[in-house]
């Protein structure tokens, strides 16, 4: 097999030159955020538009202790974070059986519902949102936190993602284990769910980034703080008489600031979860 030639250096500068571009620009606007967030709110759009905005003049924490003063935070980043972990906890429990049972089980009728659940990949939320909203209503479960979580618990781009990774793997880990007496349970269990770390982490990573910014259904389904997560809040805080703008980024930091510490823990596997479904594509 003839070895593969190294670009030249100009090609690779590009490239490298496009990556630190596309950095910029997506880490500027959370550069900005963070930077505001330590700054007294007169120097917050005063600095805006030159070089000092990316500079912290007369930093201080006071911004984020006038958060914590002005609205109960501690309320809504513990209510995303249970709305969310329990989606994703349920979540990765519920689509990964879902993707075992498509991929790897034969039982009838597997193909024509595996059609179903892939054409749901096509409907948008936003179709279903009113129904959904009326029937919610019905059985009495608006402003609650379960009417924010079980309809969301089963997902149609879960099960896909679970579905190829499955694909991949050996058919010898089942055979061995069969052989040694495991049935769909126990083989699903101690030999599938190990092997595929990667796959629950980019599962994990990416319901979480769905969910922790999820506007639109908390807003039709909350009312008052008790049940209300930090995207429909940090709405409210925005408008939330006297309009401090360095309290409105120290808030925004932290509503991030989790994302950020869930997509560090989780890397590394996700990295492999995507290497590894390239490879298989």
Request: proline residues 7%; positive net charge; hydrophobic residues 55%.
């Amino acid at each position: 097999m003839k070895p593969r030639s190294t670009p030249p250096f100009w090609y690779r500068a590009l490239g490298y030159g496009a990556l630190f571009l596309g950095a910029v620009l997506f880490f500027g606007p959370v550069l900005f955020m963070l930077i505001a967030s330590l700054k007294p709110d007169h120097l917050v759009l005063s600095e805006a538009g030159n070089w000092r905005a990316f500079f912290p003049t007369e930093a201080s924490l006071d911004n984020y202790r006038s958060v914590f003063d002005r609205v109960p935070f501690l309320r809504f980043l513990f209510n995303s974070l249970f709305i969310t972990g329990t989606i994703v906890a349920a979540g990765l429990v519920v689509n990964s059986m879902a993707g075992y049972a498509f991929a790897r089980l034969p039982w009838k009728g597997r193909h024509l519902f595996f059609l179903l659940v892939l054409a749901l990949l096509i409907l948008p939320f936003e179709a279903i949102a009113a129904p959904l909203f009326y029937q919610m209503t019905e059985i009495g479960w608006r402003n609650s936190y379960q009417v924010q979580i079980i309809p969301f618990i089963a997902n149609a781009f879960s099960i896909y993602l679970f579905y190829t990774f499955f694909l991949g793997l050996p058919r010898e880990l089942e055979e061995s284990a069969m052989m040694d007496g495991a049935g769909p349970w126990r083989t699903y269990w101690q030999v599938i769910v190990p092997t595929a770390k990667p796959a629950f982490a980019s599962v994990a990573i990416l319901t979480f980034l769905l969910h922790w910014g999820n506007y639109l259904w908390p807003l039709m389904v909350t009312v008052g703080d008790t049940y209300r997560p930090l995207p429909v809040a940090l709405a409210s805080f925005q408008t939330l008489p006297p309009i401090q703008w360095g309290d409105i980024m120290a808030f925004g930091v932290m509503m991030v600031a989790p994302v950020m510490v869930v997509f560090l823990w989780f890397q590394r596997w996700f990295v492999q979860g995507v290497a590894a479904s390239g490879m298989k594509n």
